[in-house]
């Protein structure tokens, strides 16, 4: 029944807020990813999702680098913390949000004054600086939601961060598809005039979900623009929604290479 699963989302959310209030401030880093995972996942399956992790590379989850994902839904939040705690970039008119905006603040979002190019700097420096000290943060660079059947073009102004500490960019693709089928399905789709009360009354609804999260190759900057970056990321996450890890592949094996041949040449030492 649709109204009891809103109730046990109602206490859900009660008790992330109590958690956040009462053991994040005194918490350490390994506690509160553990908590975050759990929350998460506890989330998807009142919902009645579950997440199929594919791609995940040896020795698990990546570490200081940038993770971009195409946009869905307001799950892709949840989905990817159940796999692994990130930290969002979000705008800040979240952080003002009843509730929802407190709890980003706490589970480490950071904010950005998407009008203010001043402050779009001091962001860029800070999630240079958090992914140096080894933290996963996350973009959705199309710069709005989907139905998940395309990827829009990816905005490239935050992937000078990567390129500027010379650090990796992790694709990663986001499928909603019916568990019984194995088809799309749009229920999750937060887009056009939906209001996040009739995107959850299609969720609740719906047949069981299942979420694919598939990594790709990871993208080193290296002397790629950040546009020639956004552009080779998009690609990666339109083979990885498209189920073609190899076309994947390719994708970051010619960045790289091409990143080799602009490389300058080291002069010959004199005999």
């Known amino acids: 029944m649709i109204w009891l699963r809103k109730l046990r989302l109602g206490f859900h959310l009660l008790r992330g807020i109590f958690v956040c209030a009462t053991v994040f401030p005194w918490a350490s880093t390994h506690v509160r990813e553990r908590l975050i995972r ?3 996942r506890k989330l998807l399956a009142i919902c009645g999702i579950t997440v199929e992790v594919h791609g995940l590379p040896p020795g698990g989850a990546p570490r200081g680098a940038m993770l971009v994902a195409n946009h869905i839904s307001w799950l892709d939040i949840y989905v990817i913390h159940s796999w692994q705690p990130v930290r969002f ?3 800040s008119e979240i952080r003002s949000w009843p509730v ?20 779009a700097h001091r962001v860029l420096h800070h999630i240079t600086d958090v992914m140096r000290q080894g933290d996963l943060v996350c973009v959705f660079p199309e710069g ?5 059947s395309k990827v829009l073009p990816f905005h490239a102004n935050l992937m000078q961060a990567p390129v500027s500490g010379g650090l990796p960019v992790q694709p990663v693709g986001l499928s909603y598809l019916d568990a019984a089928t194995g088809q799309p399905t749009l229920a ?3 887009i056009d005039d939906i209001s996040l009360g009739q995107c959850l009354d299609a969720i ?15 993208l080193l900057a290296q002397s790629a623009s950040r546009r020639e970056l956004a552009e080779a990321a998009r690609e990666v996450v339109v083979h990885l ?13 010619r960045l790289h290479h091409a990143a080799k041949d602009d490389a300058p040449t080291a002069a010959a030492a004199p005999s």
Not at 100 to 119: H, N, P, Q, V, Y
């Open 188 to 190: 999750p789709a937060y």
């Open 204 to 218: 609740l609804r719906s047949p069981p979900i299942t979420v694919r999260l598939t990594l790709g190759p990871q």
């Open 241 to 253: 929604v498209g189920g073609m890890p190899e076309a994947a592949g390719s994708v970051a094996e």
């Open 100 to 119: 929802i905006g407190w709890l980003c603040d706490k589970t480490g979002t950071i904010f950005i004054e998407r009008a203010s190019k001043r402050d």
């Open 89 to 91: 970039v979000a705008k």
């Open 144 to 148: 709005t939601t989907t139905d998940g």
């Open 38 to 40: 759990g929350w998460s």
